[in-house]
């Protein structure tokens, strides 16, 4: 589920947004969510379709009409996409070591003292393993 709590993480998760693919199309999903294809260039990276929060600039151009003279666009990325950043052989794996990290994050606590969608839990478990990061609720902390 696509909230305002993943879009926030997704939006902080600096490393993960370098990591995006170029769009060239978008087609407007719900809200501020467009579902983008991608430009040539990552055809052959498997990436597929993505999914962004987009939020256009507009400004008047005195004549009583309204231009966008940019875009802020920020990737959602997949559960898909996420596990293949894992670079995990098998997607079993990838869940075996998903339900370890959940373990020790109920065995702290963790999980009860913020509110998680399924993609949450996915962007928090790679910025973990690959970044060493852990989302407090507002932006993401360096672990030790």
């Not at 379709?49 to 987009?54: E, I, L, M, P, R």
């Amino acid at each position: 589920m696509i909230d305002e709590t993943f879009i926030k993480q997704c939006e902080k998760a600096e490393k993960i947004q370098a990591l995006r693919p170029k769009f060239a199309t978008r087609i407007h999903m719900f809200g501020n969510i467009y579902l983008c294809s991608h430009q040539t260039e990552y055809a052959g990276k498997g990436w597929g379709g993505s999914y962004f929060h987009c939020t256009d600039h507009i400004e008047d151009d005195g004549l009583d009409q309204q231009l966008i003279t940019g875009t802020t666009a920020i990737w959602l990325p997949t559960q898909a996409q996420l596990q293949k950043m894992l670079g995990y052989r098998h997607p079993m794996s990838a869940g075996k070591n998903l339900g370890r990290w959940l373990e020790n994050l109920r065995a702290e606590d963790y999980l009860d003292k913020l509110e998680w969608s399924m993609e949450s839990l996915w962007l928090a478990f790679v910025m973990k393993e690959k970044y060493g990061n852990t989302w407090d609720g507002e932006t993401w902390i360096k672990g030790d």
